[in-house]
């Protein structure tokens, strides 16, 4: 079992820059897979961003070059930098963890971008 805790939302204006964290109650360097995800209302779930345990990286479309991923392991959090937020950027945004086939969620960190 792995309990996942988002933080770090908030309201920003459009532009604008947030910092969102994953804390993990284990070690995130023994996951398959960690990542977020983001819904927006009305909408699909959707990846935003993610790595595997062999260290490939991969971002949506939509956020490449705005957006980086990474990780402490010291204090297992993960992290989503997000800079130039647009509007369409408004959602909840949710961890995700893959260990040993299992999936695991976080209950999201609501992201606003609004003026």
């Known amino acids: 079992q792995v309990k996942l805790v988002e933080s770090g939302g908030g309201l920003v204006q459009p532009g604008g820059s947030l910092r969102v964290s994953c804390s993990a109650s284990s070690n995130i360097s023994s996951m398959d897979v960690m990542g977020w995800y983001r819904q927006a209302p009305g909408k699909q779930r959707e990846l935003v961003a993610v790595i595997t345990d062999d260290g490939n990286l991969n971002y949506a479309a939509s956020v490449k070059g705005r957006f980086t991923l990474f990780g402490d392991n010291g204090k297992n959090i993960l992290y989503l930098q997000m800079n130039s937020l647009k509007p369409e950027d408004t959602a909840i945004y949710l961890c995700?963890?893959?260990?040993?086939?299992?999936?695991?969620w976080g209950q999201g960190t609501q992201v606003t971008v609004s003026s």
């Open positions: 995700n963890v893959v260990k040993y086939g299992y999936t695991y």
